[in-house]
């Protein structure tokens, strides 16, 4: 279960990298940018997503 907490994390580390990534395309490539911006959105809510599900699982496992 650590490993699984660590890919938590991992897709917050993939959000910020592609942040930076669209802060730097921002002013030469627009449409660039924004595919970039979505998968901002993306890791962020597959961070949430991940952590909701694993602690659902974790509390059906210790009833």
């Known amino acids: 279960m650590k490993i699984q907490k660590i890919f ?3 897709y917050l580390v993939f959000a910020v990298l592609f ?3 669209a802060v ?3 002013s030469e ?3 660039g940018a924004y595919m970039s911006l979505l998968f901002v959105a993306l890791a ?3 961070f949430f997503f991940r952590k909701r599900f694993s602690k659902k699982f974790e509390d059906r496992n210790n009833k």
């Open 19 to 21: 942040l930076y990534d």
């Open 24 to 26: 730097n395309k921002w």
């Open 29 to 31: 490539n627009r449409n």
């Open 44 to 46: 962020v809510f597959m």
């Open 8 to 10: 938590h994390y991992a």
